[in-house]
């Protein structure tokens, strides 16, 4: 089994001098550590060169954006393009979060265009699907994840395929304290592993990352990583403190270790 993926996403939280010490608690706290797992710290935006300067460093982890701007460069006053992100060192970069979806209306076209140009410039995209409570109560939830996952990514080749991460994330279960079960994740993670199957054969569907990111903590975060087709996870709140991102990345490795 593939070494698991910790993603810490800070979201709008930290100011400067808390975003440093939870990255120096971090990085110190990493230190000894002999890591299977590969983890991913993404905070906001004024803080990743600061951030890519001590995974740089550490080591330990690595840095990634919450988004990038689906346009190359030009006149968007306000947007971040992927190839500013390559400069200061971003490795990984989220697109399509909920969040997003959300409140800056982005649509399957909008994230096509993001996860090209990341992919460009050489930065693995962690594309975000997932359902609403409504769609799940009324049993639209395979529905809603393989429209979101054809229409975004499915114009890949392969070979960029291999470069794309998929963190499945219940919008239910962001933020509000609920959490899909362990077989509801795992049901979940299974139908995408079967979709990139399907669109692109066994080895890469095999090798794909597909992390778990509806309040994934460090109480529940071993049991899911048990779950033969969760990855890892997107992790939110529980980023936010040392001690139980940490945690999180324990479980990963218990879980990689037993692997």
């Known amino acids: 089994m593939k070494d698991k993926l910790v993603i810490g996403n800070w979201k ?22 002999v890591l299977r797992s590969t983890v991913v710290l993404c905070p906001p935006f004024p803080y ?34 992927a190839k500013m992100l390559h400069d200061v060192g971003v490795q990984f970069c989220i697109v399509g979060h909920s969040e997003r979806r959300k409140y800056f209306g982005e649509s399957s076209e909008n994230l096509s265009k993001k996860v090209n140009l990341l992919l460009e410039n050489d930065i693995i995209p962690v594309f975000c699907c997932g359902e609403l409570q409504n769609e799940r109560e009324h049993g639209k939830q395979f529905d809603v994840v393989s429209a979101q996952i054809k229409e975004a990514l499915f114009h890949l080749t392969a070979e960029q395929f ?3 991460v998929i963190a499945y994330e219940p919008v239910w279960a962001i933020g509000t ?35 778990y990111g509806g309040s994934c903590n460090a109480q529940n975060a071993l049991e899911l990583f048990m779950q ?17 991102f ?14």
């Open 162 to 164: 291999e470069h794309v």
């Open 246 to 259: 940490l945690a999180i990345i324990e479980a990963a490795e218990t879980v990689g270790k037993e692997e």
């Open 12 to 33: 709008m939280n930290k100011n400067f001098e808390e975003a440093e010490e939870l990255l120096e608690d971090i990085a110190e706290a990493l230190e000894d550590w």
């Open 228 to 244: 033969p087709n969760v990855d890892g996870g997107l992790i939110g709140g529980a980023s936010l403190k040392a001690n139980d």
């Open 177 to 211: 304290g609920l959490t899909a079960s362990p077989k509801q994740a795992e049901e979940m993670h299974a139908f995408i592993r079967t979709l990139a199957e399907k669109q692109y054969g066994t080895e890469i569907a095999y090798n794909l990352h597909i992390l």
């Open 48 to 81: 990743l060169e600061m951030a890519t300067d001590y995974a740089d460093e550490s080591g330990h982890f690595a840095c990634g954006a919450q988004n990038c701007a689906e346009f190359e460069d030009g006149a968007y006053t306000g947007e971040v393009s």
